[in-house]
């Protein structure tokens, strides 16, 4: 390390997760860093994650929740150099503990996203760290492999925190791409992932607002049914497959099972000793007490029997059958996403390909690094896209640290 009077300047555009984490990570070692932030607040996206709760990680970091369009094994070292253990030590040092909800999604214990964003920011000002507000970097030029930020200020070393595109209402822009670009980094197309999914379906008026647990494509969870399509964590998880199809082809299909906890064979013998018993109901009051009955009248709809059949007891057995299909596959036709409007993190993004992921460092442009989610990685949901900007700030800083 360099003594204080020569020690080289850091430069981090960006004050959102992996922003304040390389901070903190640099100023730890007495690095004099510098953050530019062109929003009002530090880490505007990271109070809205979580539902407010701020889902800072997950126990179970696995390689199979991330995903690029380069070799994914790639990423693999950067996970394990900051795993879950380290991120627990690092936000306890904050002053964060941790607490634990379904599925090894880990919060702060005080459950608001406000206590990571405000020890975060206590610990980089503690440090020493220079933070920036309504600051925006409009550009950057490179002399001699030192860098120059709106044409007078100078630094040694820069990292690009920008985020991606996802959720502008919350401050984000192409900033990090255009920047990367002239670098002549090649950028992968972003496109919306975690985001709700819209469908030309009719009568979604009917199920508009019912809540339940299904299954799509192999995803079990909450699936919300809305006015202009479906949401819910079920959701989020597929449509990153889903968002990605849609940039080749104008809909995609998919299928619901609204009972994914009762076997199709027991859900016919449920409904045929429904209609035994409660054959004076209609139709519809029929299947309320066992489905919601906003969506008993939907599936009704979308079952394809005859219209002329008004009580349970005028159901046959091949109407039936038919009811149990809809209710073990009830169709949704996908012609479009939510968008980067309400997305929660973007796929695509700035190529691995052109990046040395042992540094986090740029082979376009030495002492340029970029870190969090203006690179082409992304994740599952459940605390995963966090670490990722936590793991790869943690990279990024201890290769800058190596190189001083």
Not at 206 to 227: C, E, H, R, Y
Not at 352 to 378: A, C, H, P, R, W
Request: overall charge positive; hydrophobic content about 35%; aromatic content about 8%.
């Amino acid at each position: 390390m360099k003594s204080n009077s020569t020690k080289s300047k850091i430069a981090i555009i960006g004050a959102g997760a992996s922003g304040l984490a390389s901070a903190i990570f640099l100023s730890d070692k007495n690095c004099d860093v510098t953050i530019y932030e062109k929003s009002a607040k530090v880490g505007k996206k990271l109070l809205a994650t979580g539902n407010g709760r701020c889902n800072i990680t997950n126990t179970n970091i696995s390689i199979n929740n991330f995903y690029t369009h380069s070799d994914i094994n790639q990423i693999k070292t950067i996970l394990h150099n900051f795993d879950y253990h380290k991120c627990k030590d690092f936000f306890y040092n904050l002053g964060v503990e941790f607490t634990e909800g379904e599925n090894n999604r880990i919060y702060p214990m005080s459950q608001t996203s406000s206590s990571v964003v405000d020890n975060l920011e206590f610990k980089a000002l503690q440090n020493g760290v220079t933070i920036n507000l309504n600051c925006e970097i409009e550009s950057i030029k490179s002399v001699n492999n030192h860098f120059i930020l709106n044409d007078n200020l100078q630094y040694d070393k820069l990292i690009i925190a920008t985020g991606s595109v996802a959720m502008p209402k919350l401050g984000s822009n192409d900033s990090g791409y255009r920047f990367a670009k002239e670098y002549k980094h090649t950028i992968i197309e972003p496109f919306a992932s975690l985001v709700q999914l819209v469908s030309d379906n009719k009568s979604l008026d009917i199920i508009s607002g019912v809540k339940i647990q299904g299954l799509v494509n192999n995803k079990k969870g909450d699936i919300l049914f809305t006015k202009y399509g479906v949401s819910g964590s079920a959701i989020l998880d597929i449509s990153r497959d889903i968002s990605y199809q849609l940039q080749h082809q104008k809909s995609i299909q998919i299928s619901i099972d609204t009972q994914p906890d009762i076997p199709k064979n027991k859900l016919i013998e449920i409904l045929l000793n429904r209609a035994k018993i409660l054959g004076e109901k209609d139709i519809y009051m029929w299947l309320d007490g066992l489905i919601n009955k906003k969506l008993a009248k939907y599936i009704i709809l979308n079952s394809q029997i005859s219209s002329s059949i008004k009580y349970a007891k005028f159901l046959n057995r091949k109407d039936i059958l038919k009811i149990v299909h809809t209710m073990k596959n009830l169709p949704f036709n996908i012609i479009d996403t939510k968008g980067f409007d309400t997305c929660e993190v973007c796929g695509g993004g700035v190529d691995l390909k052109d990046i040395n992921l042992n540094t986090m460092e740029s082979k376009k442009q030495k002492n340029l690094y970029f870190t969090g989610e203006v690179l082409d990685v992304d994740a599952d949901c459940g605390g995963f896209n966090l670490h990722w900007a936590w793991a790869s700030a943690y990279n990024a800083s201890q290769a800058i640290l190596k190189s001083l």
